[in-house]
Structures are given as C-alpha cells and as structure tokens.
C-alpha cells in the first residue's frame, strides 16, 4: 500500500477534522516505527561490539595457524629422524654376534 492511500483525494467530503486527525494518526506510527528501528539499531550496535573482540581474536589465530603447521611439520620431522636413528642403532646392536658368555 503507498503512502497516499491514506490521505483522501481532493474534492472528498471528508471534514478537515478528519484529515487532520488521519495525518496526526499516521504520523504516531511513523514516529513509533522510527523508534523500534532505533532500538534495533541500537541492539545491532551492542552485538557488534560483543562480536568485534572475538572475531579480531579469530583473526589472529587464523593468521598464525599456518606458522603454527609448519613447526608441527618440523616437530614431526624431528621425531621421525630420531626414530629411525634409533631404529639404525637398534638393527646394529640386534645383528652383532653376541660375544662368547664367560662361564666359571
């Protein structure tokens, strides 16, 4: 529905009373529907500044997750050179011919 479905066309046999009153009626709701948007603003602005702190946060660590895979990587790296260090070490030890048991 537009806006001028409420005011009457000229030549209406509507009193000036009447009209004045249709106009101050839809002028109340006018103002009260721009009164629960600015409290919907109002509430959009509180949940934004809630939101802002996490997301600045979520933003760093998103930053950082990859620095954070590669010295995972390198951990892993690490470990695995040491085990197969061990494991080298272990195959020698288990294939050198056990030395005579002195037996009194």
Same mark, same amino acid.
Not at 12 to 18: H, Y
Not at 75 to 104: C, H, M, V, Y
């Given at each position: 529905?537009?806006?001028?479905?409420t005011?009457p066309?000229?030549?209406?046999?509507a009193?000036?009373?009447?009209?004045l009153?249709? &106009?101050?009626?839809? =002028?109340?709701?006018l103002?009260r529907?721009?009164?629960? &948007?600015?409290?919907?603003?109002?509430?959009?602005?509180?949940?934004a500044?809630?939101?802002?702190?996490?997301?600045?946060?979520?933003?760093?660590?998103?930053e950082? &997750?990859?620095?954070?895979?590669r010295?995972?990587? #390198?951990?892993?790296a690490a470990?695995?050179?040491?085990?197969?260090?061990?494991?080298? #070490?272990?195959?020698? =030890?288990?294939?050198?011919p056990?030395?005579p048991?002195?037996r009194?």
């Amino acid at each position: 529905m537009s806006a001028n479905a409420t005011i009457p066309p000229i030549g209406n046999s509507a009193s000036p009373a009447a009209e004045l009153q249709n &106009l101050r009626n839809d =002028l109340i709701s006018l103002a009260r529907a721009v009164v629960a &948007l600015q409290q919907r603003v109002a509430e959009a602005e509180v949940n934004a500044t809630e939101v802002r702190p996490q997301l600045t946060a979520l933003k760093v660590h998103s930053e950082s &997750l990859p620095q954070a895979l590669r010295e995972l990587k #390198r951990g892993e790296a690490a470990i695995k050179k040491r085990l197969d260090t061990f494991d080298s #070490r272990l195959r020698t =030890l288990e294939n050198q011919p056990e030395p005579p048991s002195s037996r009194a």
